[in-house]
């Protein structure tokens, strides 16, 4: 895989102690707490960065940004970055200058979660490096890649159900039909105990009475009767009454004699008054 050549910032880290640490004696690893932990040699900004496949662990100045040492990664985890054995903030890297020299220093964070972002950062990128590197293997050899296989084999069979398909597209197909309407609009039958309305027409309108037109008149309900005359009434309206009794039973007026000339219409105010 051919390195790229641009350099990406992984992590940074703006306080960060270096520590002298003393030769490792036996394989059992390094212990923070043999080294001088409130002594650091140096205090700065810590800085990582990737450059292709290689990773870089860089200390510079905070305020200058000069560079103080580098410590190249090849793999994670390994000799280049180890972790001490009695603590999770501290780690022992492995710095080189530009002629080969190498040696190795001790880093500590003092916040636990600038060293948990430390850890995760060269974990992630190594496990990049190592899909791409997979994924360059795949497209030079993609014959050698495992295939899928998705027909069917000599004597494979399958079953389908199709009486429950049959079912479900019959019950979708024919919903319960509605009853088909008899005729033209149904009305609803009048509630029970009401009244037959009377039409009474419009104002203006007058009725015909035993040949002559008077005006309309509307029948009293069975708690409002209409006013007694008075005696004085009694005999010239004993007709009247008569004409009254056949309005309020709903039959037909009897017809009246001929008017003679200059006699006024009667009107429906008379029964009024």
Known sequence: MEESGYESVLCVKPDVHVYRIPPRATNRGYRAAEWQLD????????????????????????????????????????????????????????????????????IGFGDRG????????LQDHFKWVKQQCEFAKQAQNPDQGPKLDLGFKEGQT???????????????????????????LSLLPPPPGGKT?????????????????????????SDQLPARPSPAQAGSNSDLSTIFLHVTSGKELP????????EALLSWAVFGA
Do not use: C, H
Not at 114 to 121: E, G, M, S
């Open 39 to 106: 002594q650091p040699s140096w205090s700065g900004r810590l800085r990582i960065t990737a450059k292709g496949q290689m990773a870089y662990i860089k200390l510079e100045d905070r305020t200058s940004g000069e560079l103080f040492a580098q410590a190249p990664v090849d793999q994670f985890p390994g000799t280049a970055v180890e972790s001490v054995t009695d603590s999770s903030r501290y780690f022992v890297i492995r710095i080189e200058d530009g002629n080969g020299r190498r040696a190795f220093i001790g």
């Open 114 to 121: 600038d060293a948990f972002d430390f850890n995760v950062a």
């Open 158 to 184: 399958i079953k389908l159900n199709i009486a429950n398909m049959k079912k479900k597209e019959g019950a979708a197909g024919n919903p319960r039909a509605r009853p088909a309407s008899t005729g033209g």
């Open 197 to 221: 309305s009377t039409l009474i027409p419009p104002p203006g309108e007058q009725l015909a009475v035993g040949g002559s037109l008077t005006q309309p008149a509307v029948a009293p309900s």
């Open 255 to 262: 017809r009246l004699g001929q008017r003679k000339e200059g």
